[in-house]
């Protein structure tokens, strides 16, 4: 995208416009075909490119990462932000350098008596919701990291389960229907949960995400010395959730192995 400073646009606006007056008059046709096939059409580009640039600058991009940031200033019950901090990390430092700073009476600054400054305390996304998958992106290569069968691999990455979770404050419940079927209540930020994947035995500890969109299950498989990260976020219209799957193995020699799968919201 073509940046101009505000001075140079206002000059080429300034020039444009007595051009136009000067040649409306009955100038030399040969001046004026030469302003026709050269001048004006450059103008106008500018100006096109001003325009744009304000617009751009205004409006941003619209991604899922804005939702995200804008949504992450705002979880933060009854806290003011310097409205400079662009990024997630800076606003979590802010937060946890004003938390840090305590009254004569021992009350950390901004915070209100009994107030909690934990993740649980901010304003969390509920996941309560009914999502049916829709898409998978490296899902077999993430189970062929982790020994599954070819067979079974196949038949799993072209089933669509539907996951069913019901969020209630900081206890929630995921059943999965489908090829494969499961059920485990945790409670969030609480102690591990034992779990299994067709005989694989895990033990989950599940966390809220900075971000306040979703939640993270970090799941340990102590006998076959590796870990699995998930995520579960949902999308600025909570239409659909997004869940990510990272395998990371004990093993030097083996790579770390990802997977995205895309849900669908159903009710």
Not at 90 to 114: C, L, M, R, W
Not at 207 to 219: A, E, M, N, P, R
């Amino acid at each position: 995208m073509i940046s101009l400073s505000s001075e140079d646009s206002t000059r080429i606006l300034i020039i444009g416009f007595f051009l136009g007056c000067a040649f409306s008059g009955g100038a030399i046709d040969s001046l004026k075909s030469l302003v026709n096939c050269l001048l004006v059409p450059l103008y106008t580009i500018a100006s096109s490119a001003f325009l744009l640039n304000l617009f751009y600058q205004k409006c941003g991009n619209g991604s899922d990462d804005d939702y995200r940031l804008s949504r992450l200033r705002r979880c933060i019950s009854g806290r003011d932000f310097d409205s400079r901090l662009t990024n997630r990390s800076d606003i979590i430092k802010q937060s946890h350098e004003d938390t840090s700073t305590e009254t004569a009476t021992g009350e950390p600054v901004g915070v209100g008596v009994g107030q909690s400054t934990s993740v649980e305390s901010l304003q969390q996304v509920n996941l309560t919701g009914s999502y049916k998958l829709v898409k998978n992106e490296g899902f077999d290569k993430f189970l062929g990291a982790q020994g599954v069968p070819w067979a079974l691999r196949r038949a799993v990455d072209k089933a669509q389960p539907i996951h069913h979770i019901t969020h209630t404050g900081n206890e929630i419940r995921i059943k999965i229907t489908g090829i494969i079927t499961s059920e485990s209540t945790f409670q969030i930020g609480g102690p591990p949960v034992e779990t299994q994947i067709r005989g694989r035995v895990f033990l989950d500890t599940v966390s809220y995400l900075d971000s306040c969109d979703g939640i993270q299950v970090h799941k340990v498989n102590r006998r076959e010395r590796y870990k699995i990260i998930v995520t579960r976020q949902l999308n600025a219209d909570r239409g659909r959730m997004i869940m990510r799957s990272r395998a990371i193995f004990d093993d030097d020699g083996k790579e770390s192995v990802e997977a995205k799968q895309i849900f669908k919201r159903l009710q």
